[in-house]
Nanobody, 125 residues
Framework: QVQLRESGGGLVQAGGSLRLSCAAS????????MGWFRQAPGKEREVVAA????????YYTDSVKGRFTVSRDNAKNTVFLQMDSLKPEDTAVYYC??????????????????WGQGTQVTVSS
């Protein structure tokens, strides 16, 4: 099983940027499809973005399209989430997750078996 650790969260003003990283250890990183999820207080965990194994096709939820970019560096066992034009409604704990399966059309948390501990992102208005 893969172990995941997120970093890069913090406090930023609206319109600013953050780059989240998720470092993986364990099995060969390239075999995993990776996802970024977030959970705001009182809300369910939702998918933000995902990137498939091998061919690196991507998925974004509508609310972050054009603002967030997911990428991976298999040589460094790391997946990234570049977040630009941040809004207060992006405030949440962000989690990375891994699955050894190909991405489905609309990923959900049930599709992922390994999770990091999360990193807090706070966007002030």
């Amino acid at each position: 099983q893969v172990q995941l650790r997120e970093s890069g969260g913090g406090l930023v003003q609206a319109g600013g940027s953050l780059r989240l990283s998720c470092a993986a250890s364990g099995r060969t990183f390239s075999v995993y499809s990776m996802g970024w999820f977030r959970q705001a207080p009182g809300k369910e965990r939702e998918v933000v973005a995902a990137i498939s194994r091998y061919v690196s096709t991507t998925y974004y939820t509508d609310s972050v399209k054009g603002r967030f970019t997911v990428s991976r560096d298999n040589a460094k066992n790391t997946v990234f989430l570049q977040m630009d034009s941040l809004k207060p409604e992006d405030t949440a704990v962000y989690y990375c997750a891994a699955t050894s399966q190909l991405l489905v059309a609309i990923p959900t948390q049930r599709d992922f078996g390994s999770w990091g501990q999360g990193t807090q992102v706070t966007v002030s208005s």
